[in-house]
DNA sequence: TTGTCAAGAACGAACATTCGTTTTAAATTG
DNA sequence: CAATTTAAAACGAATGTTCGTTCTTGACAA
């Protein structure tokens, strides 16, 4: 179809991007051919390489849009007034992860963007992207937390988002490789951790029972 | 050189699974050629087929002695007596994790041998037994917090390892990606996330009312 | 027409792997 | 000990396949 409006353009772009994400998902990304694109397109080799100039420019495009999703989410939950405890916040980011990680889910292509990255400095642009903005939502969450008083005002809230950054990719790896992560599981996880009583040097552990 | 000792034939292997694992750190995985390895290891093809039948085969080799030496690392740090402080042994996790996640360090290999577990049935099951070897020392450790006295005796051990787990490769993650993480900026972040107050409705506006 | 889009055959490079040959050190013999 | 045999070990060019990409050709709207 020659000389065709812009939002054909557009839509055969889409069409390209939703192919290849769903390869990418079901076969991974290297294991995916441009070959298995232009048949899950339904379109051929010419046309797919008029959108995109390589398999790289298409992983790209894919790679910068794995994570969108819960970043929007985060924000919002972050922003929630009054302050919602961490494991509450937790929970809700672990059902999202959950509904985003099923067969078709795009969060199964996170540990994939994550190796690609470390190799790919394009890539790992986009990757750094995904990682800070998430992080900054958690630091932003920690100085809410010192502003309504339930962290001590001396609270550095870009390390505090660093540390509980880490429950979430956690929490993912364990759901993607073994399968044995749920969201309540977690939230009693989170509900263990913080405890100062964890920070206080420990007695000896013998039989014996303290209280 | 025939009939050659045993010792001589574990040398090769070792050899090989050296110049392999260098070669995978150094451009990834994917990017490793056959051939990258025969010259690495200064061996022919013949050579290094004749110690290995394939690259998945090498790959999978590899993969199973990624984090051996976080794990037995965390083993021993979780049985120190008396119990270790969280943000203490957190922090020497991590500066174990700074020291194997420099440019020759295996830690690198971890994000791919992620991606890998995802699509390959048998590396999958070698990165399974990894995590879980990991989690299972965070459940012991949750188990001996208990048993001092420092978490409640209602405190699943499990649960709780299963989300301190994350905090090691949300670590990982921003070091190898963003590298702007440190062990003691982990330790404030764990300090911060280890408070109860965490888990009590918060209140900018409205006051609050216990759990 | 004229400019753009799509098709699909074709291409060349790169890949993992194979295999016939050569080298080598241990074993055997005199 | 020295000469010879033997079979494992190593070599490396060749193989066949697969891949990403390009190119030629035709189709169709303006």
């Known amino acids: 179809m020659p000389r065709v409006s812009p939002e054909h353009l557009e839509r055969r772009r889409q069409q390209i991007l939703d192919a290849a994400r769903t390869c990418f998902i079901r076969e991974g990304v290297h294991a995916t051919s441009m070959q298995d694109i232009f048949a899950e397109a339904g379109l051929s080799a010419g046309a797919v390489y008029r959108y995109f100039k390589s ?9 910068g849009t794995v994570i969108g999703d819960l970043h929007t989410f985060l924000g919002e939950l972050v922003q929630h007034d009054p302050v919602l405890p ?5 929970v809700r980011v672990a059902e999202r992860v959950v509904a985003l990680s099923g067969p078709d889910g795009t969060m199964r292509l996170a540990p994939q963007a994550w190796a690609l990255a470390m190799y790919d400095p394009d890539l790992r642009r986009y990757v750094q992207q995904n990682v800070v903005g998430l992080r900054v939502h958690w630091a932003e ?16 809230p870009v390390a505090a988002g660093k540390a509980i950054f880490g429950i979430i990719p956690g929490f ?5 490789i073994l399968d044995d ?9 989170v509900r263990a951790m913080a ?12 039989p014996v029972q303290g209280a």
Chains 1, 2 share one sequence.
């Open 86 to 90: 961490l494991d509450e916040l937790v």
């Open 141 to 156: 969450y920690a100085r809410r937390c010192v502003a309504a008083g339930l962290l001590p005002p001396d609270t550095d």
């Open 181 to 189: 992560a749920s969201p309540e599981e977690l939230r009693a996880g």
């Open 55 to 63: 398999k790289t420019e298409i992983i790209e495009a894919i790679t």
């Open 195 to 206: 405890r100062e009583s964890l920070l206080a040097a420990g007695a000896t552990t013998d």
């Open 172 to 176: 993912l790896l364990q759901r993607l």
